[in-house]
């Protein structure tokens, strides 16, 4: 069911970016106006693997963001 209902917003124009790990929510005059996504690649001893990918801004008019019970980001 997921992966349809994914399908069907993508055929609407959403951006979905599913498996990406959000860090933070982006405020602007008190309203939400993004994500910032983690870095990637990064190894237990804090150094940077060849996959090292930086995380990035992910900035929208609408931000719909669905971590679950445990995710890390809180919204204020």
């Known amino acids: ?3 349809w209902l994914g399908e069907q917003a993508e055929e609407a ?6 498996a990406t790990p ?4 982006l ?10 996504t983690s ?5 237990k ?14 900035l929208a008019k609408q931000t719909i ?3 679950g019970c445990r995710g890390s980001c809180r919204c204020v």
Do not use: H, T, W
Not at 22 to 25: G, I, K, P
Not at 27 to 36: L, P, Q, R, S, T
Not at 45 to 58: H, P, V
């Open 1 to 3: 069911m997921a992966v």
């Open 13 to 18: 124009g959403v951006d979905v970016f599913p």
């Open 22 to 25: 959000a860090s933070e929510v």
């Open 27 to 36: 405020y602007n005059d008190g309203k939400v106006i993004g994500v910032a």
């Open 39 to 43: 870095d990637m690649g990064i190894g």
């Open 45 to 58: 001893d804090g150094s940077m693997k060849d996959e090292f990918a930086r995380g990035y801004a992910l």
């Open 65 to 67: 963001l669905a971590e």
